[in-house]
């Protein structure tokens, strides 16, 4: 086995996989040997970061559970929809991931929440955030089935812990006083390490109703409304247009 052989066997084996890539191509490029050594070890280091860098991304988009893909790039700014590109910018950022503030997503149904706050969460995590997506009605359903098997310490961690709570369908499903009192405790204990993503079909001004209690929907929402941007989308179904355009494409 040649030395070259010998090294790539060992930059694999402590899985330095972008580094084993670029040594193996430098070894079969006789015009890269006229590099120096700080160069050619700087090109086996910046490899090795972006794939590292691109694995974490794939790992932190993986495990968020998104149920769909969407991308900021992809998003449809066109005047019906009554998007601000500059408030769109600016979350782009993360900054307010950074500070802890939360977002809100609201429109008519088959507009397109979930598109853009899954868009907003994915650029998250991208920028290296951690977020975990959940239909309310299934983090609902979580935390039942937590009570009843004694695993509910565990499962507020995990909401505790995630760099972004992302809740979509807000609204939709009946909030149980067991189900409001764990999101209580989850987002007061988040409220300076972490934000919140809100995605639903209901104006602001109809929360308070979905709680049992209006001392819990009070100490809630305080907590949630007033340090968030607002993304108020307009237009009609997407779900609408799509299918227009498969159906004039079919013809």
């Not at 609902?140 to 979509?168: C, F, Q, W």
């Not at 209901?202 to 819990?216: D, I, L, Q, Y």
């Not at 307009?234 to 004039?248: D, F, I, P, T, Y």
Request: charged share 25%.
């Amino acid at each position: 086995m040649s030395k070259v052989e010998q090294t790539l066997a060992k930059l694999r084996k402590l899985k330095l996989n972008g580094m084993a890539e670029v040594y193996d191509q430098q070894a079969s490029q006789p015009s890269v040997h006229k590099l120096s050594f700080d160069d050619r070890l700087a090109m086996l280091v910046d490899r090795e970061a972006s794939s590292r860098d691109t694995k974490k991304i794939s790992r932190l988009i993986k495990s968020a559970g998104f149920i769909e893909s969407a991308s900021l790039e992809d998003l449809d700014e066109s005047k019906g929809r009554a998007l601000d590109s500059a408030q769109i910018a600016s979350l782009a950022t993360c900054d307010w991931l950074a500070r802890h503030l939360n977002v809100i997503v609201l429109g008519p149904s088959g507009v397109g929440k979930t598109w853009l706050a899954t868009a907003l969460a994915t650029q998250g995590c991208r920028m290296g955030y951690s977020a975990s997506y959940y239909r309310l009605s299934e983090l609902g359903e979580a935390i039942h089935s937590a009570m009843v098997d004694g695993t509910i310490p565990a499962l507020k961690n995990k909401l505790y812990r995630v760099d972004l709570l992302y809740l979509d369908d807000f609204g939709l499903s009946t909030i149980s006083p067991q189900v409001a009192a764990v999101l209580l405790d989850v987002i007061n204990l988040r409220q300076n390490t972490g934000s919140l993503m809100i995605a639903s079909q209901f104006p602001v001004s109809e929360w308070h109703g979905f709680f049992p209690e209006p001392t819990v929907a009070d100490a809630l929402l305080d907590r949630v409304v007033h340090k968030a941007y607002r993304l108020q989308i307009k237009g009609e179904s997407m779900r609408k247009v799509r299918g227009k355009k498969q159906l004039e494409s079919a013809k």
